[in-house]
């Protein structure tokens, strides 16, 4: 059994707040509550600082890849998980681009807004963050197998982990609801792939007895392994800002995962005087599947749960698992919740494609949910915005496809195909029409 746990984290309930050494495979406390890998901030505090990190950027890519030099998570390793770099698996991920486009930020009403894309990650989404962490944590542990429940991205990302770690995946996906390219994936990279005669909450409910009874290791959102790479995304955009942040960080929100994630990694970040101010948190779900903007909206005074339903299948989520981790963020960050609509999410999605930029369905969320808290006065039209895409354009080709070919009514932003006759006067006539 694994021995070389690192003297500073913990696992801790965060309603009751026991503890349990990170040797433990747990993913709940005995009270139900979810947990935190929680940090000793006071032992850390004196170890981190700026320069740390600062001086980690400067390492050139060598022939092969370092984790602890090539990745843009485990450069914060002693804030996300500390551990010797043979026991990380690591493609590496992160170091993603912010992307400033005119047109987009036109559309969104600002004059500062930034892209983080999470979609330019190794299987193209922010899970690859989470799951570099998970996976190793699997490993240290000495897992046999690793399984999860997911609308997709989670499985690509598994899937591909697990195959470099060596460790079969069980991947429990909701039939006929997963986008094309997530699918391939999961099947490229050799993952054992159970299609679930139901919705992703039938898959989320069935993975975790499975895990329970069969002694496989969780790696769903709920695994809070994960949720620490994924901070790495806020540390990421602070670094990229020299720890002068901007007013807000935009994010689409389905499971609360990341929605969790970001608030911890601001809350650490302040705490170890990294940064004087933080930003504000948006969360934007999809109308369709909002449940946590209907909780948002009667403050939380009970938990809403939904039937999702929303083009966007990454955030197509009735009952998401993090949410009272969520809760925690919108204290901390003096966060808001809204929702769009898909033909809001599909023209904003079509205006960061445009760009040249490009980004799946749920991504283009937070895009919509940055235009339409500017409208609303929430957000002030000079205030600086990042706003984070959290998937590959390639991700869902057939909601792409659909939208630019008549099938989406509402279109504003269509770019159909020209059938044209093979010769070189009807080209002509037709780019004449066009140009
Ligand atoms: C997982 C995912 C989301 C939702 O993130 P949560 O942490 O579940 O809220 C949004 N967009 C994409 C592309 C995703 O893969
Ligand atoms: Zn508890």
């Not at 940055?370 to 909601?399: C, F, N, W």
């Amino acid at each position: 059994m694994p021995t070389n746990a690192p003297d500073t984290i913990s696992l801790q309930c965060i309603q009751c707040h026991r503890s349990y050494p990170t040797t433990e495979v747990r993913y709940v406390c005995d009270c139900g509550g979810l947990l935190d890998v929680w940090h000793d901030l006071e032992a850390l505090r004196p170890r981190i600082n700026r320069g740390l990190f600062d001086g980690r950027l400067s390492g050139a890519p060598g022939p092969k890849v370092v984790p602890t030099t090539n990745s843009g998570v485990w450069r914060y390793r002693e804030i996300i998980l500390p551990t010797t770099v043979d026991n990380i698996v690591s493609r590496p991920e992160g170091n993603t681009p912010l992307y400033e486009h005119p047109r987009v930020s036109q559309y969104a009403g600002l004059s500062d807004l930034y892209l983080k894309h999470e979609g330019e990650n190794p299987t193209g989404s922010f899970k690859d963050r989470g799951m570099t962490v998970g996976v190793t944590q699997a490993k240290i542990m000495g897992a046999t197998a690793v399984a999860c429940a997911s609308t997709g991205n989670t499985s690509a990302s598994l899937a591909a982990y697990a195959a470099r770690a060596g460790i079969p995946a069980l991947i429990f996906i909701p039939a006929g609801k997963i986008a094309a390219g997530k699918l391939a994936q999961a099947l490229a990279y050799g993952a054992h792939t159970l299609q679930i005669q139901g919705d992703f909450d039938d898959a989320m409910n069935l993975v975790q007895e499975v895990c329970n009874k069969l002694g496989v290791y969780l790696l769903n959102s709920l695994n809070p392994f994960r949720l620490e790479g994924q901070k790495s995304i806020v540390f990421e955009i602070l670094q990229g800002f020299q720890w002068q942040p901007p007013d807000w960080i935009v994010l689409p929100a389905g499971n609360l995962g990341n929605t969790a994630a970001f608030g911890k990694a601001l809350f650490e970040a302040q705490q170890l005087g990294l940064v004087d101010r933080i930003p504000r948190i948006a969360a934007v779900q999809a109308a369709g599947a909002s449940p946590f903007y209907q909780s948002y909206q009667r403050s939380f005074a009970e938990r809403v749960t939904v039937k999702a339903n929303t083009v966007a299948t990454a955030i197509n989520i009735g009952n998401p698992v993090s949410y009272p981790r969520a809760i925690r963020t919108l204290e901390w960050a003096n966060g808001v919740v809204t929702a769009v609509s898909d033909d809001e999410i599909m023209d904003a999605k079509a205006v960061v494609d445009s760009a040249g930029i490009g980004c799946e369905p749920a991504s283009a969320a937070s895009v919509a949910g940055v235009r339409q808290l500017v409208s609303a006065g929430v957000i002030k039209p000079d205030e600086t915005v990042v706003s984070i895409l959290t998937g590959h354009v390639l991700k869902d080709p057939t909601a792409t496809v659909d939208y630019h070919t008549g099938q989406w009514p509402n279109a504003q932003f269509a770019n159909a195909p020209v059938k044209v006759e093979a010769n070189l006067a009807a080209v002509q006539q037709a780019l004449e029409a066009r140009l």
